[in-house]
């Protein structure tokens, strides 16, 4: 079958990094997305990889071992309003795709 | 407007009711999809819709009915509500033909329940 793990919660503090790691297993693989989401809203867009390696935007780096089955999502100098739920999602080979349930992050002063 | 936009917002609705979320998206977007999220879990999907016209059925699909009359809108019926479709409701559009990220975008998502 088809699953993604992600961890239910975490904890970090403003100003650290944090690390968000996410295995998945699916059926064909088209690409890994990452999502944040703050409560009561719509998820929005942070990141795509296909390829092996480490993707940098700003204080935002995701990261792909596609033989591992593996991703991270690692967010630096950590700000209050980074207090959300991030969302791992792989596509398949038909490119839909399969959501994690999501790491809630808090961010504590 | 810009983007995709949900309505209603917000709806409490009576079990063995008919309703219809409306989803519309002004990106040209080929390709529209409707999830539900419920805690705990993933999103996961409902319908979906490559392009108007066609439509698919998602990983949930049951209870739940669509049309894609045009590029622009994709409603989502409910023809019998029941307890159990109580969620948050979200639409996304995407368009791979713009790339090769495929990336889905949202709408505010609709809170349903049924009572």
């Known amino acids: 079958g088809q699953n993604i793990d992600q961890p239910t919660e975490m904890t970090a503090t403003e100003g650290a990094i944090v690390q968000i790691n996410c295995t998945y297993q699916?059926?064909?693989?088209?690409?890994l997305f990452w999502y944040q989401q703050h409560a009561g809203e719509a998820p929005t867009f942070l990141s795509y990889?296909?390829l092996d390696g480490l993707e940098e935007k700003g204080r935002f780096s995701s990261f792909l071992s596609r033989s591992k089955g593996y991703s991270y999502l690692l967010l630096k100098e950590l700000q209050m309003k980074d207090s959300a739920s991030y969302l791992c999602?792989?596509?398949?080979?038909?490119?839909?795709?399969?959501w994690g349930a999501g790491t809630k992050l808090i961010i504590k002063p | 407007i810009a983007g995709i936009t949900q309505a209603p917002t917000s709806q409490i609705l009576a079990a063995g009711r008919r309703m219809t979320l409306r989803c519309t998206q002004d990106?040209?977007?080929?390709?529209m999809y409707w999830y539900r999220q419920d805690l705990g879990l993933g999103l996961r999907l409902i319908h979906y819709?490559?392009?108007?016209?066609?439509?698919g059925k998602g990983e949930v699909p049951d209870g739940y009915s669509v049309s894609r009359a045009n590029t622009d809108d994709f409603p989502l019926t409910l023809a019998s509500a029941v307890p159990s479709q109580t969620s948050v409701y979200f639409c996304?559009?995407?368009?791979?033909?713009?790339?090769?990220?495929?990336?889905?975008?949202f709408g505010p998502g609709t809170r349903l329940t049924v009572l």
């Open positions: 996304a559009s995407s368009d791979p033909g713009l790339g090769d990220t495929d990336t889905q975008y």
């Open positions: 990106m040209r977007h080929n390709a």
């Open positions: 819709s490559n392009t108007a016209g066609t439509t």
């Open positions: 699916t059926s064909g693989f088209n690409g």
């Open positions: 990889n296909v």
């Open positions: 999602a792989c596509m398949d080979s038909n490119y839909q795709l399969i």
